[in-house]
Protein backbone atom coordinates (compact mmCIF):
# COMPACT_ATOMS: atom_id res chain seq x y z
CA UNK A 1 0.00 0.00 0.00
CA UNK A 2 1.37 3.58 -0.85
CA UNK A 3 1.95 5.51 1.52
CA UNK A 4 -0.78 7.93 0.90
CA UNK A 5 -3.25 5.55 0.78
CA UNK A 6 -2.23 4.54 4.31
CA UNK A 7 -2.33 8.53 4.99
CA UNK A 8 -5.89 8.46 4.34
CA UNK A 9 -6.22 5.79 6.33
CA UNK A 10 -4.87 7.01 9.62
CA UNK A 11 -7.12 9.75 9.27
CA UNK A 12 -10.41 8.28 8.49
CA UNK A 13 -9.49 5.68 11.36
CA UNK A 14 -8.84 8.48 14.12
CA UNK A 15 -11.92 10.79 12.89
CA UNK A 16 -14.94 9.24 13.97
CA UNK A 17 -17.22 11.22 12.14
CA UNK A 18 -15.19 10.74 8.94
CA UNK A 19 -18.05 8.24 7.73
CA UNK A 20 -20.22 10.53 6.36
CA UNK A 21 -18.65 10.94 3.14
CA UNK A 22 -19.19 14.63 1.38
CA UNK A 23 -19.08 16.40 5.30
CA UNK A 24 -16.76 18.48 6.40
CA UNK A 25 -15.01 17.63 9.63
CA UNK A 26 -13.79 20.30 11.98
CA UNK A 27 -10.10 20.02 13.00
CA UNK A 28 -7.18 21.64 13.53
CA UNK A 29 -3.43 21.34 11.88
CA UNK A 30 -1.87 20.48 15.44
CA UNK A 31 -5.06 17.22 15.74
CA UNK A 32 -3.60 16.04 12.75
CA UNK A 33 0.03 16.55 13.05
CA UNK A 34 -0.19 13.78 16.07
CA UNK A 35 -2.60 11.47 14.42
CA UNK A 36 0.16 11.27 11.18
CA UNK A 37 3.23 11.85 14.15
CA UNK A 38 4.61 14.48 11.71
CA UNK A 39 5.44 18.07 12.10
CA UNK A 40 2.45 21.09 11.42
CA UNK A 41 4.59 21.80 7.72
CA UNK A 42 4.61 17.74 7.09
CA UNK A 43 0.75 17.76 7.77
CA UNK A 44 0.47 20.57 5.06
CA UNK A 45 2.45 18.85 2.26
CA UNK A 46 0.86 15.47 3.24
CA UNK A 47 -2.96 17.32 2.98
CA UNK A 48 -2.17 18.75 -0.14
CA UNK A 49 -1.37 15.30 -1.88
CA UNK A 50 -4.18 13.86 -0.72
CA UNK A 51 -6.35 16.35 -1.65
CA UNK A 52 -4.52 16.23 -5.58
CA UNK A 53 -5.43 12.13 -5.66
CA UNK A 54 -8.74 12.88 -4.84
CA UNK A 55 -8.90 11.60 -1.41
CA UNK A 56 -10.07 14.74 0.24
CA UNK A 57 -11.22 18.14 0.23
CA UNK A 58 -9.07 20.39 2.68
CA UNK A 59 -11.03 23.98 3.38
CA UNK A 60 -8.20 25.95 5.79
CA UNK A 61 -9.68 27.88 8.72
CA UNK A 62 -9.38 32.12 7.64
CA UNK A 63 -9.42 34.12 11.03
CA UNK A 64 -9.55 33.56 14.60
CA UNK A 65 -12.26 31.19 15.29
CA UNK A 66 -12.37 29.50 11.82
CA UNK A 67 -11.53 26.00 12.37
CA UNK A 68 -10.38 24.08 9.29
CA UNK A 69 -12.52 21.46 7.73
CA UNK A 70 -11.55 18.34 6.45
CA UNK A 71 -13.96 16.36 3.97
CA UNK A 72 -13.39 12.88 3.03
CA UNK A 73 -14.32 12.10 -0.93
CA UNK A 74 -13.91 8.30 -0.45
CA UNK A 75 -14.65 5.40 2.16
CA UNK A 76 -11.81 2.89 3.90
CA UNK A 77 -13.62 0.18 1.83
CA UNK A 78 -12.58 2.12 -1.34
CA UNK A 79 -9.33 2.73 -0.77
CA UNK A 80 -8.64 -0.74 0.94
CA UNK A 81 -9.94 -2.35 -2.15
CA UNK A 82 -8.15 -0.18 -5.02
CA UNK A 83 -5.12 -0.65 -2.91
CA UNK A 84 -5.22 -4.38 -2.75
CA UNK A 85 -6.08 -4.30 -6.27
CA UNK A 86 -2.96 -2.56 -6.89
CA UNK A 87 -0.73 -4.53 -5.09
CA UNK A 88 -2.13 -7.87 -6.76
CA UNK A 89 -1.37 -6.20 -10.20
CA UNK A 90 2.32 -5.41 -9.43
CA UNK A 91 2.41 -9.34 -8.27
CA UNK A 92 2.89 -8.29 -4.54
CA UNK A 93 0.85 -10.69 -2.90
CA UNK A 94 2.69 -10.54 0.38
CA UNK A 95 1.70 -7.41 0.45
CA UNK A 96 -1.82 -8.25 -0.39
CA UNK A 97 -2.01 -10.83 1.80
CA UNK A 98 -1.30 -8.57 4.72
CA UNK A 99 -3.74 -6.24 3.91
CA UNK A 100 -6.44 -9.14 4.32
CA UNK A 101 -5.50 -8.92 8.08
CA UNK A 102 -6.03 -5.33 9.03
CA UNK A 103 -9.08 -4.80 11.42
CA UNK A 104 -10.59 -2.54 8.83
CA UNK A 105 -11.30 -5.08 6.52
CA UNK A 106 -15.27 -6.37 7.11
CA UNK A 107 -16.21 -9.69 6.37
CA UNK A 108 -17.80 -8.74 3.10
CA UNK A 109 -15.01 -7.26 1.74
CA UNK A 110 -12.35 -9.89 2.97
CA UNK A 111 -14.67 -12.14 0.10
CA UNK A 112 -14.47 -9.67 -2.17
CA UNK A 113 -10.97 -9.70 -1.86
CA UNK A 114 -10.08 -12.81 -1.56
CA UNK A 115 -11.93 -13.65 -5.13
CA UNK A 116 -9.09 -11.58 -6.60
CA UNK A 117 -6.63 -13.00 -4.84
CA UNK A 118 -8.03 -16.61 -5.96
CA UNK A 119 -7.65 -15.43 -9.42
CA UNK A 120 -4.28 -14.72 -9.58
CA UNK A 121 -3.83 -18.24 -7.93
CA UNK A 122 -3.10 -21.76 -10.57
CA UNK A 123 -1.49 -21.77 -13.56
CA UNK A 124 0.34 -19.20 -15.29
CA UNK A 125 2.95 -18.28 -17.73
CA UNK A 126 5.26 -15.30 -17.15
CA UNK A 127 7.32 -13.57 -19.51
CA UNK A 128 10.98 -13.49 -17.08
CA UNK A 129 12.46 -15.13 -19.90
CA UNK A 130 12.62 -15.47 -23.93
CA UNK A 131 10.92 -18.78 -23.39
CA UNK A 132 8.42 -17.94 -20.35
CA UNK A 133 8.12 -19.40 -16.84
CA UNK A 134 5.84 -22.01 -15.99
CA UNK A 135 4.40 -20.96 -12.12
CA UNK A 136 1.78 -22.90 -10.48
CA UNK A 137 0.74 -20.91 -7.45
CA UNK A 138 -1.64 -22.35 -4.52
CA UNK A 139 -2.39 -21.48 -1.04
CA UNK A 140 -2.70 -23.27 1.85
CA UNK A 141 -4.56 -21.96 4.98
CA UNK A 142 -1.92 -22.96 7.61
CA UNK A 143 1.52 -22.20 8.02
CA UNK A 144 3.86 -25.09 7.37
CA UNK A 145 5.08 -27.51 9.73
CA UNK A 146 8.53 -28.52 10.55
CA UNK A 147 9.85 -29.59 7.04
CA UNK A 148 12.72 -32.13 8.04
CA UNK A 149 12.80 -35.74 7.29
CA UNK A 150 13.90 -37.10 10.59
CA UNK A 151 10.50 -35.46 11.95
CA UNK A 152 8.07 -34.44 9.54
CA UNK A 153 4.86 -36.31 10.39
CA UNK A 154 2.03 -34.51 8.28
CA UNK A 155 0.99 -35.54 5.18
CA UNK A 156 1.23 -32.35 2.66
CA UNK A 157 4.99 -31.49 4.27
CA UNK A 158 5.58 -34.82 3.77
CA UNK A 159 4.62 -34.41 0.01
CA UNK A 160 6.68 -31.37 -0.24
CA UNK A 161 9.88 -32.87 1.07
CA UNK A 162 9.20 -35.51 -1.77
CA UNK A 163 9.61 -33.22 -3.79
CA UNK A 164 12.89 -31.17 -2.81
CA UNK A 165 14.36 -34.82 -1.59
CA UNK A 166 15.30 -37.98 -2.93
CA UNK A 167 15.36 -41.80 -1.06
CA UNK A 168 17.36 -44.74 -2.71
CA UNK A 169 14.65 -46.20 -3.98
CA UNK A 170 11.30 -45.93 -4.90
CA UNK A 171 7.93 -47.38 -3.97
CA UNK A 172 5.76 -47.98 -6.66
CA UNK A 173 1.72 -48.72 -6.17
CA UNK A 174 0.80 -49.76 -8.96
CA UNK A 175 3.07 -52.42 -9.53
CA UNK A 176 3.98 -53.06 -5.53
CA UNK A 177 7.24 -53.40 -6.29
CA UNK A 178 10.32 -51.40 -5.75
CA UNK A 179 12.30 -48.87 -8.11
CA UNK A 180 15.74 -47.25 -8.69
CA UNK A 181 15.92 -44.15 -7.17
CA UNK A 182 19.29 -42.87 -5.74
CA UNK A 183 20.50 -45.83 -6.31
CA UNK A 184 20.56 -47.87 -9.23
CA UNK A 185 20.56 -51.60 -8.00
CA UNK A 186 20.32 -52.99 -4.78
CA UNK A 187 21.00 -56.95 -3.09
CA UNK A 188 20.55 -58.76 -0.29
CA UNK A 189 21.76 -62.24 1.16
CA UNK A 190 19.37 -64.94 1.57
CA UNK A 191 18.20 -64.28 5.37
CA UNK A 192 17.52 -60.66 4.80
CA UNK A 193 20.10 -59.27 7.20
CA UNK A 194 22.27 -57.90 4.95
CA UNK A 195 21.85 -55.00 2.07
CA UNK A 196 24.17 -53.45 -0.28
CA UNK A 197 23.19 -50.22 -2.40
CA UNK A 198 24.98 -48.66 -5.02
CA UNK A 199 24.44 -45.67 -6.04
CA UNK A 200 24.11 -43.22 -9.42
CA UNK A 201 27.06 -41.58 -10.09
CA UNK A 202 27.12 -37.45 -10.44
CA UNK A 203 23.97 -36.99 -8.93
CA UNK A 204 24.26 -33.63 -7.69
CA UNK A 205 22.58 -31.84 -4.32
CA UNK A 206 20.53 -28.44 -5.16
CA UNK A 207 24.05 -26.61 -3.87
CA UNK A 208 25.91 -27.78 -6.00
CA UNK A 209 27.83 -30.86 -4.62
CA UNK A 210 28.29 -34.92 -5.49
CA UNK A 211 26.38 -37.45 -3.46
CA UNK A 212 28.60 -40.11 -2.18
CA UNK A 213 27.91 -43.19 0.24
CA UNK A 214 29.01 -40.92 2.64
CA UNK A 215 26.17 -38.60 2.64
CA UNK A 216 24.30 -41.78 2.85
CA UNK A 217 25.50 -43.24 5.90
CA UNK A 218 25.66 -39.45 7.57
CA UNK A 219 21.57 -39.44 6.56
CA UNK A 220 20.83 -42.78 8.98
CA UNK A 221 23.52 -41.35 11.44
CA UNK A 222 21.23 -38.28 11.71
CA UNK A 223 17.95 -40.21 12.72
CA UNK A 224 20.02 -41.27 15.68
CA UNK A 225 21.77 -38.14 16.81
CA UNK A 226 18.40 -36.74 16.69
CA UNK A 227 16.51 -39.01 18.48
CA UNK A 228 13.99 -39.16 15.46
CA UNK A 229 10.61 -40.25 15.94
CA UNK A 230 11.10 -42.73 13.36
CA UNK A 231 13.84 -44.43 14.56
CA UNK A 232 12.25 -47.24 16.45
CA UNK A 233 11.36 -48.66 12.88
CA UNK A 234 15.20 -48.60 11.95
CA UNK A 235 16.48 -50.62 15.58
CA UNK A 236 17.86 -53.54 13.34
CA UNK A 237 20.40 -51.83 11.69
CA UNK A 238 23.57 -52.57 13.39
CA UNK A 239 26.29 -50.94 11.60
CA UNK A 240 26.61 -49.12 8.22
CA UNK A 241 29.99 -50.05 6.36
CA UNK A 242 31.35 -47.66 3.35
CA UNK A 243 32.31 -49.52 0.49
CA UNK A 244 33.46 -46.82 -1.60
CA UNK A 245 31.73 -43.89 -2.85
CA UNK A 246 29.06 -45.10 -4.54
CA UNK A 247 28.48 -48.51 -2.43
CA UNK A 248 26.89 -48.94 0.81
CA UNK A 249 26.62 -52.00 2.88
CA UNK A 250 23.54 -52.19 6.37
CA UNK A 251 24.07 -55.22 8.59
CA UNK A 252 20.91 -55.90 10.48
CA UNK A 253 20.58 -58.03 13.62
CA UNK A 254 17.82 -60.22 12.41
CA UNK A 255 16.42 -60.45 9.16
CA UNK A 256 14.02 -58.03 8.26
CA UNK A 257 11.71 -58.22 4.97
CA UNK A 258 10.79 -54.69 4.99
CA UNK A 259 13.95 -53.06 4.84
CA UNK A 260 12.81 -51.82 1.27
CA UNK A 261 9.85 -49.27 2.58
CA UNK A 262 12.22 -48.14 5.36
CA UNK A 263 14.47 -46.83 2.86
CA UNK A 264 11.54 -45.84 0.58
CA UNK A 265 9.90 -43.47 2.66
CA UNK A 266 10.82 -40.17 3.52
CA UNK A 267 12.39 -40.05 6.91
CA UNK A 268 15.35 -41.90 4.83
CA UNK A 269 15.37 -38.78 2.48
CA UNK A 270 18.93 -38.75 1.71
CA UNK A 271 20.75 -35.16 2.61
CA UNK A 272 24.13 -33.97 2.19
CA UNK A 273 26.41 -34.32 5.13
CA UNK A 274 28.39 -31.18 5.07
CA UNK A 275 25.34 -28.38 5.38
CA UNK A 276 23.57 -27.65 8.12
CA UNK A 277 19.46 -28.26 7.33
CA UNK A 278 18.62 -25.60 9.91
CA UNK A 279 20.36 -23.14 8.02
CA UNK A 280 20.32 -24.46 4.45
CA UNK A 281 17.98 -26.94 2.74
CA UNK A 282 19.75 -28.99 -0.02
CA UNK A 283 18.45 -32.28 -1.41
CA UNK A 284 18.74 -34.48 -4.48
CA UNK A 285 15.07 -33.75 -5.71
CA UNK A 286 13.35 -32.24 -8.72
CA UNK A 287 12.78 -28.98 -7.49
CA UNK A 288 15.12 -26.92 -4.95
CA UNK A 289 13.64 -24.61 -2.03
CA UNK A 290 14.11 -20.95 -3.19
CA UNK A 291 12.47 -19.71 -0.50
CA UNK A 292 10.67 -20.18 2.52
CA UNK A 293 9.04 -17.20 5.00
CA UNK A 294 5.47 -16.80 6.63
CA UNK A 295 3.93 -15.93 3.97
CA UNK A 296 5.42 -18.12 0.79
CA UNK A 297 7.14 -21.33 0.30
CA UNK A 298 8.82 -21.16 -3.26
CA UNK A 299 10.11 -23.80 -5.40
CA UNK A 300 12.40 -23.59 -8.50
CA UNK A 301 13.17 -26.46 -10.84
CA UNK A 302 16.19 -28.02 -10.18
CA UNK A 303 18.22 -27.80 -13.75
CA UNK A 304 20.81 -30.40 -12.71
CA UNK A 305 17.87 -33.20 -11.30
CA UNK A 306 19.50 -36.40 -11.98
CA UNK A 307 15.77 -37.61 -13.34
CA UNK A 308 13.76 -35.96 -15.70
CA UNK A 309 13.57 -32.21 -15.30
CA UNK A 310 9.95 -30.73 -14.10
CA UNK A 311 7.83 -28.88 -16.54
CA UNK A 312 6.75 -26.20 -14.11
CA UNK A 313 9.79 -24.07 -13.17
CA UNK A 314 8.41 -22.64 -9.93
CA UNK A 315 5.51 -23.24 -7.60
CA UNK A 316 4.33 -20.78 -4.91
CA UNK A 317 2.72 -21.90 -2.00
CA UNK A 318 1.52 -18.77 -0.03
CA UNK A 319 0.02 -18.89 3.17
CA UNK A 320 -3.54 -17.54 3.73
CA UNK A 321 -5.57 -18.49 6.83
CA UNK A 322 -8.90 -16.80 5.32
CA UNK A 323 -9.02 -19.56 2.54
CA UNK A 324 -11.64 -21.93 3.96
CA UNK A 325 -11.57 -24.36 1.29
CA UNK A 326 -9.38 -27.95 0.77
CA UNK A 327 -9.90 -28.08 -2.53
CA UNK A 328 -6.39 -27.76 -4.65
CA UNK A 329 -6.66 -25.53 -7.06
CA UNK A 330 -4.72 -26.38 -10.31
CA UNK A 331 -6.31 -23.34 -12.92
CA UNK A 332 -5.40 -21.14 -15.50
CA UNK A 333 -6.50 -17.29 -15.16
CA UNK A 334 -8.50 -16.32 -18.07
CA UNK A 335 -6.26 -14.22 -19.91
CA UNK A 336 -3.57 -16.90 -19.81
CA UNK A 337 -6.53 -19.47 -21.85
CA UNK A 338 -6.60 -17.37 -24.84
CA UNK A 339 -3.65 -19.83 -26.78
CA UNK A 340 -4.78 -22.89 -25.38
CA UNK A 341 -6.68 -25.63 -27.43
CA UNK A 342 -9.97 -24.81 -28.18
CA UNK A 343 -11.05 -28.07 -27.45
CA UNK A 344 -10.01 -28.09 -23.62
CA UNK A 345 -10.57 -25.21 -22.49
CA UNK A 346 -13.55 -25.74 -20.17
CA UNK A 347 -12.68 -26.32 -16.28
CA UNK A 348 -14.03 -29.55 -14.55
CA UNK A 349 -12.59 -31.19 -11.01
CA UNK A 350 -11.29 -34.43 -10.29
CA UNK A 351 -12.01 -36.78 -6.95
CA UNK A 352 -9.68 -38.90 -6.28
CA UNK A 353 -9.19 -41.10 -3.35
CA UNK A 354 -6.99 -40.55 -0.45
CA UNK A 355 -5.87 -43.58 1.86
CA UNK A 356 -6.86 -43.08 5.44
CA UNK A 357 -9.34 -41.54 7.12
CA UNK A 358 -10.99 -39.03 9.47
CA UNK A 359 -11.42 -40.06 13.23
CA UNK A 360 -12.21 -39.47 16.81
CA UNK A 361 -9.62 -40.35 19.46
CA UNK A 362 -9.92 -39.94 23.09
CA UNK A 363 -7.17 -38.84 25.20
CA UNK A 364 -6.47 -40.73 28.29
CA UNK A 365 -4.01 -38.23 29.66
CA UNK A 366 -6.88 -36.33 31.08
CA UNK A 367 -9.72 -37.98 33.54
CA UNK A 368 -12.85 -37.73 32.92
CA UNK A 369 -16.01 -39.66 31.85
CA UNK A 370 -14.16 -40.55 28.28
CA UNK A 371 -12.53 -42.88 30.20
CA UNK A 372 -15.12 -45.27 30.99
CA UNK A 373 -15.89 -47.56 27.85
CA UNK A 374 -19.60 -47.44 27.61
CA UNK A 375 -19.23 -43.76 27.21
CA UNK A 376 -16.83 -43.79 24.14
CA UNK A 377 -19.83 -46.95 23.18
CA UNK A 378 -22.09 -44.02 23.23
CA UNK A 379 -20.00 -41.80 20.80
CA UNK A 380 -19.61 -44.45 18.85
CA UNK A 381 -23.67 -44.59 17.74
CA UNK A 382 -23.21 -40.47 17.79
CA UNK A 383 -20.57 -40.57 15.51
CA UNK A 384 -22.64 -42.10 12.67
CA UNK A 385 -20.49 -42.98 9.83
CA UNK A 386 -23.72 -43.36 7.86
CA UNK A 387 -25.08 -39.98 9.15
CA UNK A 388 -22.08 -37.95 8.08
CA UNK A 389 -22.28 -39.08 4.50
CA UNK A 390 -25.97 -38.71 4.54
CA UNK A 391 -25.89 -35.18 6.72
CA UNK A 392 -22.96 -33.57 5.18
CA UNK A 393 -21.94 -35.19 2.12
CA UNK A 394 -18.83 -33.45 0.87
CA UNK A 395 -15.81 -35.10 -0.05
CA UNK A 396 -16.61 -38.06 2.67
CA UNK A 397 -17.20 -41.35 0.36
CA UNK A 398 -17.73 -44.08 2.70
CA UNK A 399 -18.31 -45.41 5.63
CA UNK A 400 -14.57 -46.47 7.58
CA UNK A 401 -14.03 -49.67 10.19
CA UNK A 402 -10.34 -49.15 9.13
CA UNK A 403 -7.67 -46.42 7.86
CA UNK A 404 -7.74 -49.04 4.62
CA UNK A 405 -10.91 -48.43 2.08
CA UNK A 406 -10.50 -52.21 1.53
CA UNK A 407 -10.61 -53.41 5.19
CA UNK A 408 -13.22 -51.51 5.93
CA UNK A 409 -15.85 -52.47 2.75
CA UNK A 410 -15.21 -56.01 4.28
CA UNK A 411 -16.48 -55.16 8.05
CA UNK A 412 -20.39 -55.49 8.44
CA UNK A 413 -20.97 -51.85 10.33
CA UNK A 414 -23.65 -51.77 12.64
CA UNK A 415 -24.99 -48.48 13.98
CA UNK A 416 -27.57 -48.64 16.77
CA UNK A 417 -30.14 -45.52 17.77
CA UNK A 418 -29.77 -42.66 19.43
CA UNK A 419 -31.88 -43.89 21.81
CA UNK A 420 -29.12 -46.56 22.87
CA UNK A 421 -26.48 -43.85 22.75
CA UNK A 422 -28.45 -42.05 25.20
CA UNK A 423 -28.72 -45.34 27.99
CA UNK A 424 -25.14 -45.61 27.29
CA UNK A 425 -24.58 -42.17 28.61
CA UNK A 426 -26.76 -43.33 31.87
CA UNK A 427 -25.09 -46.27 32.15
CA UNK A 428 -21.13 -44.74 32.18
CA UNK A 429 -22.09 -42.13 35.16
CA UNK A 430 -22.46 -39.37 33.18
CA UNK A 431 -24.01 -36.29 34.56
CA UNK A 432 -23.92 -33.44 32.24
CA UNK A 433 -20.38 -32.08 32.49
CA UNK A 434 -19.13 -30.58 29.49
CA UNK A 435 -16.37 -32.42 27.45
CA UNK A 436 -13.99 -30.27 24.46
CA UNK A 437 -13.82 -31.67 21.03
CA UNK A 438 -10.62 -30.53 19.65
CA UNK A 439 -10.11 -30.44 16.03
CA UNK A 440 -7.99 -27.89 13.47
CA UNK A 441 -9.57 -24.63 12.56
CA UNK A 442 -10.65 -25.72 8.93
CA UNK A 443 -13.67 -25.33 7.12
CA UNK A 444 -14.64 -29.44 6.64
CA UNK A 445 -13.29 -30.34 10.64
CA UNK A 446 -15.32 -27.20 12.02
CA UNK A 447 -18.53 -28.42 10.20
CA UNK A 448 -17.86 -31.87 11.51
CA UNK A 449 -17.49 -31.05 14.64
CA UNK A 450 -20.45 -28.69 15.22
CA UNK A 451 -22.57 -31.87 13.47
CA UNK A 452 -20.91 -33.59 16.50
CA UNK A 453 -22.00 -30.93 18.82
CA UNK A 454 -25.12 -30.88 17.51
CA UNK A 455 -26.39 -34.74 17.62
CA UNK A 456 -24.36 -35.10 21.11
CA UNK A 457 -26.34 -32.30 22.43
CA UNK A 458 -29.63 -34.47 21.37
CA UNK A 459 -29.17 -37.08 23.68
CA UNK A 460 -27.82 -34.60 26.68
CA UNK A 461 -24.21 -34.72 25.98
CA UNK A 462 -22.42 -31.05 26.17
CA UNK A 463 -19.68 -30.85 23.88
CA UNK A 464 -17.58 -27.82 23.52
CA UNK A 465 -15.64 -26.89 20.71
CA UNK A 466 -11.49 -25.95 20.77
CA UNK A 467 -10.41 -24.99 17.27
CA UNK A 468 -6.53 -25.03 16.95
CA UNK A 469 -3.96 -24.12 13.89
CA UNK A 470 -1.35 -26.05 14.74
CA UNK A 471 -1.16 -29.09 16.42
CA UNK A 472 0.93 -28.93 20.40
CA UNK A 473 0.60 -31.62 22.13
CA UNK A 474 0.93 -30.82 25.70
CA UNK A 475 -1.74 -27.97 24.93
CA UNK A 476 -4.34 -30.98 23.46
CA UNK A 477 -3.56 -33.03 26.46
CA UNK A 478 -4.65 -30.50 29.06
CA UNK A 479 -7.41 -28.72 27.64
CA UNK A 480 -9.49 -31.39 25.27
CA UNK A 481 -10.75 -35.06 26.26
CA UNK A 482 -11.89 -36.07 22.55
CA UNK A 483 -9.81 -34.97 18.86
CA UNK A 484 -11.12 -35.15 15.62
CA UNK A 485 -8.14 -35.68 13.04
CA UNK A 486 -7.73 -37.00 9.89
CA UNK A 487 -4.82 -39.65 8.67
CA UNK A 488 -4.11 -39.91 4.97
CA UNK A 489 -1.20 -42.69 4.27
CA UNK A 490 0.93 -42.71 1.47
CA UNK A 491 1.13 -45.02 -1.34
CA UNK A 492 2.75 -47.38 0.68
CA UNK A 493 0.31 -48.30 2.65
CA UNK A 494 2.18 -51.02 4.61
CA UNK A 495 4.72 -48.11 5.41
CA UNK A 496 1.94 -45.50 6.03
CA UNK A 497 0.37 -48.37 8.43
CA UNK A 498 3.26 -49.29 10.46
CA UNK A 499 4.45 -45.35 10.91
CA UNK A 500 1.36 -44.55 11.87
CA UNK A 501 1.83 -47.31 14.81
CA UNK A 502 5.20 -46.17 15.76
CA UNK A 503 5.77 -42.45 15.09
CA UNK A 504 6.11 -40.73 18.53
CA UNK A 505 5.27 -37.22 17.41
CA UNK A 506 1.70 -38.07 16.04
CA UNK A 507 -1.52 -37.78 17.54
CA UNK A 508 -1.74 -41.58 18.84
CA UNK A 509 1.08 -40.93 20.93
CA UNK A 510 0.54 -38.06 22.02
CA UNK A 511 -3.13 -39.09 23.52
CA UNK A 512 -2.33 -42.68 24.72
CA UNK A 513 -0.92 -43.65 27.53
CA UNK A 514 1.99 -46.12 27.60
CA UNK A 515 0.21 -49.25 28.81
CA UNK A 516 -2.00 -48.67 25.75
CA UNK A 517 0.33 -48.34 23.39
CA UNK A 518 2.48 -51.49 24.27
CA UNK A 519 -0.71 -53.38 23.66
CA UNK A 520 -0.28 -52.61 19.86
CA UNK A 521 2.96 -52.56 20.06
CA UNK A 522 3.62 -55.76 21.05
CA UNK A 523 1.14 -57.27 18.17
CA UNK A 524 3.82 -55.20 15.97
CA UNK A 525 6.74 -56.98 17.39
CA UNK A 526 7.96 -58.91 14.32
CA UNK A 527 6.46 -56.91 11.57
CA UNK A 528 9.54 -56.51 9.86
CA UNK A 529 10.48 -59.79 9.67
CA UNK A 530 7.30 -60.98 8.63
CA UNK A 531 6.41 -61.95 4.79
CA UNK A 532 3.88 -59.64 3.20
CA UNK A 533 0.37 -61.41 3.99
CA UNK A 534 1.71 -62.20 7.56
CA UNK A 535 2.28 -58.09 7.95
CA UNK A 536 -1.42 -57.37 6.65
CA UNK A 537 -2.64 -59.52 9.42
CA UNK A 538 -0.80 -58.11 11.93
CA UNK A 539 -1.38 -54.49 11.12
CA UNK A 540 -5.27 -55.17 11.44
CA UNK A 541 -4.79 -56.98 14.74
CA UNK A 542 -3.22 -53.61 15.25
CA UNK A 543 -5.97 -51.66 14.37
CA UNK A 544 -8.43 -54.38 16.26
CA UNK A 545 -6.69 -53.19 19.60
CA UNK A 546 -7.55 -49.31 18.90
CA UNK A 547 -10.97 -50.73 17.59
CA UNK A 548 -11.92 -52.99 19.91
CA UNK A 549 -11.47 -50.81 22.75
CA UNK A 550 -12.80 -48.06 21.64
CA UNK A 551 -9.55 -45.55 21.49
CA UNK A 552 -10.19 -44.81 18.12
CA UNK A 553 -13.69 -43.95 16.43
CA UNK A 554 -13.47 -44.37 12.93
CA UNK A 555 -15.44 -41.83 10.79
CA UNK A 556 -15.38 -41.55 6.66
CA UNK A 557 -12.66 -42.37 3.90
CA UNK A 558 -12.21 -39.15 2.03
CA UNK A 559 -11.93 -37.96 -1.49
CA UNK A 560 -9.39 -35.00 -1.81
CA UNK A 561 -10.41 -32.78 -4.73
CA UNK A 562 -8.55 -30.80 -6.99
CA UNK A 563 -10.03 -27.48 -9.76
CA UNK A 564 -8.30 -28.31 -12.85
CA UNK A 565 -8.15 -26.82 -16.50
CA UNK A 566 -8.28 -29.10 -19.18
CA UNK A 567 -5.14 -27.84 -20.77
CA UNK A 568 -3.07 -29.44 -18.11
CA UNK A 569 -1.35 -32.61 -18.55
CA UNK A 570 0.69 -35.26 -16.94
CA UNK A 571 -1.90 -35.67 -14.13
CA UNK A 572 -0.36 -37.90 -12.07
CA UNK A 573 -1.87 -37.88 -8.33
CA UNK A 574 1.46 -38.66 -6.10
CA UNK A 575 1.76 -39.62 -2.24
CA UNK A 576 -1.03 -39.07 0.17
CA UNK A 577 -3.28 -37.99 -2.76
CA UNK A 578 -1.75 -35.23 -3.96
CA UNK A 579 -0.72 -34.29 -8.17
CA UNK A 580 2.53 -34.72 -8.65
CA UNK A 581 3.77 -31.03 -9.19
CA UNK A 582 6.76 -32.32 -10.92
CA UNK A 583 5.07 -33.93 -13.89
CA UNK A 584 2.27 -31.34 -14.75
CA UNK A 585 2.46 -29.27 -17.46
CA UNK A 586 0.59 -26.67 -19.90
CA UNK A 587 -0.67 -27.35 -23.34
CA UNK A 588 -0.63 -24.18 -25.24
CA UNK A 589 -2.17 -23.93 -28.82
CA UNK A 590 -1.01 -27.01 -31.53
CA UNK A 591 -1.25 -27.42 -35.18
Same mark, same amino acid.
Given at each position: ?5 ? %? ?17 ? *? ?49 ? #? ?16 ? #? ?44 ? !? ?10 ? &? ?29 ? =?????? +? ?35 ? !?? *? ?7 ? +? ?21 ? %?????? =????? *? ?12 ? *? ?17 ? &? ?19 ? @? ?15 ? !????? =? ?13 ? @? ?5 ? %? ?14 ? /? ?7 ? @? ?22 ? +???? +? ?20 ? #? ?34 ? /? ?17 ? &? ?32 ? #? ?13 ? @? ?6 ? %? ?34
Amino acid at each position: MDHFSN %HFLCLAIAIPSSIDIGEGN *PVTIDRLASILCCTPRNVKFILRKLEEQGFIHWQPGRGRGNISQLTFLRTI #EEVLEDSFQELVNKGKLK #EAIELLSRGQVSDTLKERLLMVLNKQMGFRSETESTSGLDVLRITR !NRHMEVLDPAYV &YTAFESYLLGQIYSTLVTYDAASDTFLPGLA =HMWETN +EDSTSYIFYLRKGVRFHHGKIMTSRDVKETFQRLIDL !NS *PALSLYKDI +ERVEIEGDHRIRFELSRPNLFFL %HMFSCI =HMSIL *PHDVDLVKEVSGTG *PYRLLDLNEDVLVLAAFDY &YYGIRPLLDRVEIWYLPEQAS @NERLYELPESAQEGLLP !NIICN =HSIDYPALGCRYLLF @NFHKDGI %HQHQLFRQAIRILYSR /EALIKELGG @NRSTPADSFLPWESSKRSIIEPTL +EHAR +ELLVASGYQGETLRLATKDKKE #EREEALWLQARAASVGLHIELYLFNEFNSADIKNTA /EILLAEEVLEDDWQWGMVN &YFNNKLNYLFSLLRDEQILLFSDVLTDFTQSPKE #ERIKLLDQAEGVLRD @NYWVLYGC %HMNKKAQLNQSLFGLHTSSFGFLDISKLWIKTTSL
